[in-house]
Every structure is written in structure tokens, then in C-alpha cells.
């Protein structure tokens, strides 16, 4: 199983980032996938989830409004569309995949983590 973000960069506050995490070898369209983050310093935490058919989202209350949470199960891929960006959301961006398909909000839930993709917001 592999899970591969993209997406990632520098960009400065109030801008936009695309973030995608694409997987394979994993029966993608029942897995709930996640978002998490993880800033310098700082315990990896909840971002955003979504449900196996995309029915279902969820968002940690600071991104609510800003962020988007996406699917495509024919390309294997979720997304993460963050808006208005703000530099405390710096953080390498992780995406998981949960295979009891709920898309849960805590970590333990997840059996496959990414690498990671690095985001840097500028003030």
C-alpha cells in the first residue's frame, strides 16, 4: 500500500494550495481517508476526513470554512483544498487511509499514513 502526497509548497497568507494524496494497492473506494498535520514542535493532529463515498466530511474547527475535503474514486486520489491560508497552518500535510471507511478523526484509526508534503505559509 502507498499512499503519496502532493501538492505542497510555500505560499504567502490569504493564498491557496491544492494538496492530493493519491493511493495504490489499497481498495481505495472503502477507505475513509484523512488529513493531519504536523508543525515544528508540535503533536500531529486532525485535519480533515471524508467518508468512503465522499458522503460524509469532517473538519477541525480552525480550517471550517476555509478547507475542502474531496474524493475521486475512480482516480484513486483525495484532495484538500485550502483557501485564505494563514501561517499557523504551517505544517507538513499528511493524508491516511482508514479502512473501516468512516473516515475518522483520530489517528489511531488510520492503517496507512503518507510521507507527508510540506506547507509553508508566509506572513
Known amino acids: 500500500v502507498q499512499l503519496v502526497e502532493s501538492g505542497g509548497g510555500l505560499v504567502q497568507a490569504g493564498g491557496s494550495l491544492r494538496l492530493s494524496c493519491v493511493a495504490s494497492e489499497l481498495p481505495f473506494s472503502r477507505y475513509g481517508m484523512g488529513w493531519f498535520r504536523q508543525a515544528p514542535g508540535k503533536e500531529r493532529e486532525f485535519v480533515a476526513a471524508?467518508?468512503?463515498?465522499?458522503?460524509?466530511?469532517y473538519y477541525k474547527d480552525p480550517v471550517k470554512g476555509r478547507f475542502t475535503i474531496s474524493r475521486d474514486n475512480a482516480k484513486n486520489t483525495v484532495y484538500l483544498q485550502m483557501n485564505s491560508l494563514k501561517p499557523e497552518d504551517t505544517a507538513v500535510y499528511y493524508c491516511?487511509?482508514?479502512?473501516?471507511?468512516?473516515?475518522?478523526?483520530?489517528?489511531?484509526?488510520?492503517?496507512?499514513w503518507g510521507q507527508g508534503t510540506q506547507v509553508t505559509v508566509s506572513s
Open positions: 491516511a487511509a482508514d479502512h473501516q471507511g468512516l473516515g475518522s478523526t483520530t489517528s489511531i484509526a488510520y492503517d496507512y
Open positions: 471524508i467518508s468512503w463515498s465522499g458522503g460524509m466530511s
